[in-house]
């Protein structure tokens, strides 16, 4: 099959589950025998682990030009050429950086548009987008959607490319439910209508295959759970020399992933017994986090504990690669449900045991690859005691580890959720996947 991903790009700034998954899962489908383009849209993506896929396209919906179309009726009639210019790489760049940033008011109102289709404000752009799709050396036979935020493409692409069109389904409530009203309340009707146009939903859990099904009224039929996979190394397995103890936080730093309370458990383990623990965090941050991160790390000062925090800023795969093997457990202490648990698998196939809020995806993760300990949400306390029954045996902490290590091998390769997803597709255009022919 012929298959285009379309993804979101959020820049380089801060670790984004939504990339990283889009770029393995390109991949490795490439690698089963298919022909997949990786389009970015508003921003560049973390396209980084996505060998032998083809990513050259060009950025469509560039996040500059959908805010000035947005905002003046001038440029929804640019020619191609001035839009070229705020389509720059580096422009872009520097615009992810200011990512959380937006008025409220903005977001949206630019939501509400980008949903509209072409009723939207950005109907140049979408035209665009559905111009290089036609061209024959585009031509697909299906289309993916990374997230349903970006539904309102979808009944064109039907219209005019006669393709069927299926949207992953990932955390995109968090999002919506963030609007201000009315746009909030405007943004969910207008989804339950771009849902119809859309042929299959893929969500990353059953827990949010439940949420979602009944938010948008989708019928049972036409969403499935397939989890996300990792790109599994078989010798990522070992066991750690020393006594040196660790807790590793890997997301972007922000208040709703929980470090702040990490920050708390950590203080706590401090004052009582585990003097030589470390923090290591790395994920990063957009400037609307900067001012929760300084007053994390106010409270680590104050609490005379900040010599032994380090906040990292690089989580290229190389980084991270050292910062799981400098760890003894990871732990983000999402407040809110997540159906994504991408750092909790690259953790446990490193062998490093997670500790993590018993609500969202995690209780099917660890329940199917094991390797880690649930806390009530949002208890400190709780927390604190689950990290200090993995710090306080070396043993137990690597016999979790190694658990999560064979637990995620099992379930959670990228390579059985490219093979579900390929069939799942196959099924839809009558072409026979990698996987069926194997």
Not at 57 to 68: D, K
Not at 160 to 173: A, G, I, N, T, Y
Request: a negative charge; proline letters at 4%.
């Amino acid at each position: 099959m012929k298959i285009i991903h379309i993804s979101p790009g959020s820049g380089d700034n801060f670790y984004c589950g939504n990339c990283l998954r889009d770029a393995e899962l390109a991949g490795t489908m490439s690698g089963l025998g298919h022909e997949v383009l990786l389009i970015p849209m508003y921003l560049p993506g973390q396209f980084e682990a996505c060998e032998g896929t083809a990513t050259q396209s060009p950025i469509f919906f560039g996040g500059v030009n959908v805010y000035l179309q947005q905002k003046l009726s001038f440029f929804r009639r640019t020619p191609r050429w001035i839009d070229r210019i705020f389509d720059s790489p580096k422009l872009l760049a520097w615009v992810s950086k200011k990512a959380g940033t937006t008025n409220a008011k903005d977001l949206g109102e630019t939501m509400i548009s980008m949903l509209e289709g072409a009723d939207g404000r950005q109907g140049k752009e979408l035209n665009r987008l559905l111009d290089w799709l036609a061209l024959p050396e585009n031509r697909a036979d299906v289309i993916c959607l990374s997230n349903v935020l970006l539904a309102g493409l979808a009944g064109e692409i039907r219209r005019r490319l006669d393709v069927p069109v299926f949207c992953l389904l990932q955390d995109e409530d968090e999002f919506l439910d963030a609007l201000e009203q009315p746009y909030r309340e405007q943004a969910w009707d207008l989804l339950i209508e771009c849902c119809r146009n859309i042929d299959g939903f893929i969500s990353a859990s059953k827990y949010y295959s439940a949420v979602m099904s009944k938010r948008l009224n989708i019928e049972a039929g036409r969403i499935c759970t397939v989890y996300n996979g990792i790109n599994f190394i078989g010798d990522q397995i070992f066991e750690r020399a020393g006594t040196d103890r660790a807790i590793g936080y890997l997301s972007r730093m922000s208040p709703d992933k929980g470090l702040d309370l990490l920050a708390d458990a950590f203080i706590d383990l401090k004052r009582n017994g585990f003097d030589d623990l470390k923090l290591k965090v790395t994920g990063g941050k957009t400037q609307a986090d900067e001012g929760f991160i300084k007053n994390v790390q106010k409270k680590l000062d104050q609490a005379g504990v900040a010599d032994d925090v380090e906040f990292l800023d690089d989580f290229s795969p190389a980084a991270k690669r050292e910062f799981f093997k400098s760890i003894t457990v990871l732990s983000v202490p999402e407040r809110k449900p997540v159906s994504n648990s991408l750092y909790v698998l690259e953790s446990l196939s490193w062998s490093v045991p997670v500790v993590q809020p018993g609500h969202g995806i995690f209780p099917e993760v660890l329940g199917l690859a094991g390797g880690g300990l649930l806390f009530e949400p949002g208890n400190v306390k709780h927390l604190t005691d689950r990290l200090r029954e993995v710090l306080s045996d070396v043993d137990y902490a690597q016999e979790l580890g190694r658990a999560g290590h064979f637990g995620v091998a099992e379930n959670f390769s990228v390579n059985k959720t490219a093979e579900t997803m390929a069939t799942i597709y196959a099924t839809a255009t009558g072409i026979k996947s990698g996987a069926d022919n194997a």
